[in-house]
């Protein structure tokens, strides 16, 4: 038969010697390998990471737990459009849309918003097409963090209070430069006018 | 004629023989893990306790919470019989094994050892091969064809091994002429005058009964019994709970008593080297009396004793987490063709050079 790709090997196989009949010397070769092995791990390099003492770095395009981002001054970008329910292959994320009230202005940014936002984390497959969809740059997956392991499955279904960035004024920039507190207090206090 | 104290001696000495060998083998459970994970450059337990000492606990703690599974159509009674047999005879071979010289206080003597009996070594033969209706047993009981070709795997292995390993033991008996343990232990080392281990008279001797005694206890390479590639199980397939549990166990205890029986027979026992010289230095240079110092030999050589046991038992780890297991005829065929010819080989030559004079 022709070789496709003329790497094949042409094997025979060879009556064994007298020392492969033995066993003794392959089991002593190979006792010596795990020999090895084992002062290797007794003292140095074990391959096994502890998990929740040591844990590995995440690669920078790592997509873990969602997280519902505000805006420079604090208010939520979720406009509860569905896009991302939509999109989601999974059918993790579902929403309750509601309409934002006079006085709120400072809490929600358009006028439509989610009431409630929940994402079932044991359903999501973590594809970030959600990330993708969403128009409002609101819904992102973090690189950093992930669904921790759980006892109850209720528990894994995580709303609003687990998923909205947390009010942190310190946290707030424009364009990427740092406000102080004063200054985003001001600004939410206009934007609220 | 035994006498009373020595009889309540003896029945401590054999209830702490029973204790230590189920310590062993709760711990062996342990370090079988630990080994296997350095052997494969991983961690191993760690989570139970400092180190994961506990470990055995929890796995207690687990086995006994799992449910009593009895399979449809299992005979209940032996089925229940199969892991208590697998572990009673698993630890009674333990009650001949000399681990200590003797220990004097005033005019008592005390035998750090179950019973002395002439036929210490028939005992230990005796009882392993009844080992093997433990799992017989089970194998059958369980109504499971699994089970039983499992259980059919260790009969025909360990009868054909038990014959090599016999052979290989009636070179030993050649050199020692005689059974009793203690007594093959005390001509390893006679004051005065040096004598070798049973090693250096019989290499090929103990490579077999090595080989026979990885077999009897049925670990890998030749764990065939129990090959979960093929048999799911073995004869444990059909096993929840303790008796699982006792029959893991009985596993260990054997590999335990298999150590000790190999350090008796060809590593000197509780001889260790230069204990001659060391007591007399503690007499004449240090002024002792000569019953402490023996005394004091006796448990070094207790520990020293416990120390071949243990370097065994690593050894049976190291192999088991090193060789893959061999195929049935594979087996068969070395047990058969190699092994019984060699031991045999073995006696003849042990008599040639006995009758030349060149060992005794
Ligand atoms: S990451 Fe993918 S699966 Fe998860 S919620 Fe977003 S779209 Fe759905
Ligand atoms: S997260 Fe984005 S896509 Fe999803 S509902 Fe809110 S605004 Fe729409």
Aim: hydrophobic share 50%; glycine share 8%; charged share 20%.
């Amino acid at each position: 038969m022709q070789s496709l790709s003329n790497r094949a090997k042409k094997l025979e196989a060879k009556p064994m010697t007298l020392a492969e009949r033995a066993y003794l010397p392959a089991i002593f070769q190979g006792l010596s390998i795990t020999m090895r092995h084992f002062f290797r791990a007794a003292t140095k390099k074990q391959v096994t990471v502890r998990y929740p003492e040591e844990k590995r770095p995440f690669s920078p395009i790592f997509r873990g737990l969602h997280v519902l981002k505000r805006d420079e001054v604090g208010r939520e970008r979720c406009t509860a459009c569905g896009l991302c329910a939509v999109a989601c292959p999974a059918e993790a994320i579902t929403m309750v849309a509601g309409e934002r009230k006079k006085g709120e202005e400072n809490l929600y940014r358009e006028e439509k918003y989610a009431v409630s936002y929940e994402v079932n984390m044991l359903r999501c497959i973590f594809c970030g097409l959600c990330e993708e969809a969403c128009p409002k740059a609101a819904v992102y997956l973090q690189p950093d963090k992930m669904a921790p392991p759980r006892f109850e499955r209720d528990e894994f279904i995580y709303g609003k209070d687990r998923l909205v960035e947390p009010v942190d004024p310190s946290a707030r920039s424009i364009r990427g430069i740092q406000l102080t507190p004063e200054q985003a207090d001001a600004l939410a206090q206009r934007m609220a006018q | 004629m035994i006498e009373l104290p020595t009889l309540g001696w003896q029945s401590i000495v054999i209830l702490v023989v029973f204790g230590v060998s189920l310590l062993i083998a709760t711990y062996c459970t342990y370090a079988e893990r630990v080994i296997a994970a350095f052997l494969q450059d991983r961690v191993g337990p760690d989570r139970a306790g400092p180190f994961g000492l506990l470990q055995p606990l929890a796995d207690a703690v687990k086995l006994f919470t799992k449910e009593e599974f009895f399979p449809a159509g299992a005979n209940k009674a032996l089925f229940i019989m199969g892991p208590c047999l697998a572990m009673i005879t698993a630890l009674m071979s333990s009650a001949v094994i000399p681990f200590g010289n003797v220990i004097q206080f005033g005019n008592n003597v005390f035998n750090l050892q179950g019973i002395e009996v002439n036929i210490g070594m028939l005992w230990v033969f005796g009882i392993v091969s009844l080992g093997v209706y433990g799992v017989m047993i089970g194998g059958w009981a369980s109504n499971n064809k699994f089970s039983l070709l499992g259980a059919i795997r260790a009969g025909s292995q360990n009868i054909s091994y038990e014959l090599a390993m016999g052979m290989a033991l009636i070179a030993v008996l050649m050199i020692s002429g005689t059974l009793s343990l203690r007594e093959i232990t005390l001509q390893q080392s006679v004051a005065g005058e040096w004598h070798f281990w049973n090693i250096v008279k019989q290499p090929l001797g103990f490579i077999i009964f090595l080989v026979c005694a990885f077999a009897e206890t049925n670990r890998t390479p030749f764990d065939l019994p129990e090959c979960e590639t093929e048999l799911v199980g073995g004869y444990h397939t059909e096993y929840s709970s303790m008796k699982m549990g006792l029959y893991l166990f009985a596993e260990y205890v054997n590999v335990f008593v298999a150590s000790a029986v190999m350090s008796v027979l060809y590593f000197g026992g509780f001889n260790f080297p230069f204990q001659y010289e060391l007591r007399d230095w503690f007499v004449n240079s240090q002024g002792w009396e000569l019953m402490s110092a023996q005394n004091l030999i006796s448990v070094l050589g207790l520990l020293g004793l416990f120390g071949k046991i243990f370097a065994f038992i690593f050894f049976f780890m190291w192999v088991r987490w090193t060789l893959p297991r061999f195929r049935y005829d594979q087996l068969m065929r070395l047990g058969w063709t190699i092994l019984i010819p060699l031991a045999i080989f073995n006696i003849l030559l042990t008599g040639g050079l006995i009758l030349g004079g060149i060992i005794k």
